[in-house]
C-alpha cells in the first residue's frame, strides 16, 4: 500500500499536565513527519489569530483550523501543530489562553473555559463536534509538546470513511 512519505506518526505519552497529555519534543516529532509541512502536516500559529492578522478573531481562525480536520479526514489524515508557525518555529499556545472565552461557543451557548491546556483541548473538541459532527471529533487526538516554556498542541487527525463538511455543506 502507498504510505505518504510525511503519514501522521503517533507520539509515545511523557507525561500527564492536568488532564492533557504532553508528548516528545517537536525536533522527534519533526523528524518522524519528515522536517515540514505537506499532505499530511499543517503548521498553524494559533487558534485565536488567522495569519497576517493583529486582531484576535478565534471563530474564523477555528474555521481555518476546522477545515484543515475535515480536509485530513477526507484523505489519509493527518497531524496539525499548533503553535508552531510557517516557518517551523515555535510560538505556543500560551499566548490563546487568553481568547478562549471568546467565540460563539462562548456567546450564544454559554461555555466556560480555564487558562489550561485542558481547556484549549476542549475548545478545539467543542469546535470540531459542533461544526464536523460527533463521528468527525471521535477521529482525533489532542496533545501536547513543550519546548522551553512554550506549549504547542498536536491534533492527530484520522481518515474517516465517509465524507466530511464544515458546517455540513459541500
Not at 488532564?19 to 519533526?30: H, K, N, S, T, W
Not at 523528524?31 to 474564523?60: H, Q, T, Y
Not at 496539525?80 to 499556545?93: Q, R
Not at 461555555?111 to 482525533?140: E, P, T, W
Request: proline content about 3%; some cysteine; hydrophobic content about 40%.
Amino acid at each position: 500500500t502507498f504510505e505518504p512519505e510525511n503519514a501522521p506518526a503517533e507520539a509515545p505519552v511523557v507525561k500527564k499536565k492536568d488532564d492533557a497529555e504532553i508528548v516528545e519534543g517537536l525536533a522527534e516529532q519533526r523528524e518522524k513527519v519528515g522536517g515540514a509541512e505537506g499532505l499530511c502536516v499543517e503548521w498553524k500559529s494559533s487558534i485565536a489569530f488567522v495569519a497576517g492578522e493583529i486582531e484576535a478573531n478565534i471563530d474564523r481562525q477555528l474555521s481555518i483550523i476546522l477545515k484543515i480536520i475535515a480536509s485530513f479526514q477526507n484523505a489519509k489524515g493527518g497531524n496539525l501543530y499548533i503553535g508552531i508557525n510557517d516557518n517551523g518555529a515555535i510560538s505556543g499556545v500560551n499566548q490563546d489562553f487568553q481568547y478562549l472565552n471568546t467565540g460563539t461557543d462562548v456567546t450564544e451557548h454559554g461555555m466556560k473555559y480555564s487558562a489550561s491546556l485542558d481547556s484549549y483541548q476542549l475548545k478545539i473538541h467543542n469546535a470540531v463536534k459542533a461544526r464536523l459532527g460527533a463521528m468527525s471529533n471521535s477521529n482525533i487526538d489532542i496533545k501536547f509538546a513543550k519546548e522551553g516554556d512554550l506549549y504547542y498542541c498536536i491534533v492527530s487527525v484520522q481518515p474517516m470513511k465517509r465524507p466530511v463538511f464544515l458546517d455540513q455543506t459541500v
